[in-house]
């Protein structure tokens, strides 16, 4: 299994979400509108940040081999053994 270092989707998302949390795309000085009595750009920020941390863990879960290669060997030979 490649590193997820190597993938380079993995970083495309990464900085994609990282760029996009701050809403620098929006008008200079925008403050409305409010949703519920938060500004919308705040939403943004926190919507997103929720989104990074769920990119992040997913990724830790998924594609992160955390099992060295010599441990993995020996899973494999004990599940064959039995």
Same mark, same amino acid.
């Given at each position: 299994? +490649?590193?997820?270092?190597?993938? +380079?989707?993995?970083?495309? $998302? &990464?900085?994609? /979400?990282?760029?996009?949390?701050?809403?620098?795309?929006?008008?200079? $000085?925008?403050?409305?509108?409010?949703?519920? $009595?938060?500004?919308?750009?705040?939403?943004?920020?926190? $919507? /997103?940040?929720?989104?990074?941390?769920?990119? /992040?863990?997913?990724?830790?879960?998924?594609?992160?081999?955390?099992?060295?290669?010599?441990?993995?060997?020996? &899973?494999?030979?004990?599940?064959?053994?039995?």
């Amino acid at each position: 299994m +490649k590193e997820p270092i190597q993938k +380079k989707w993995i970083w495309v $998302g &990464f900085v994609l /979400l990282i760029l996009f949390n701050a809403p620098w795309y929006l008008p200079e $000085g925008m403050i409305e509108p409010y949703i519920l $009595g938060i500004p919308f750009w705040a939403l943004i920020s926190v $919507g /997103l940040s929720l989104i990074l941390c769920a990119y /992040l863990s997913w990724l830790c879960m998924t594609q992160w081999n955390l099992i060295e290669d010599e441990e993995e060997e020996e &899973f494999e030979k004990e599940r064959r053994q039995s």
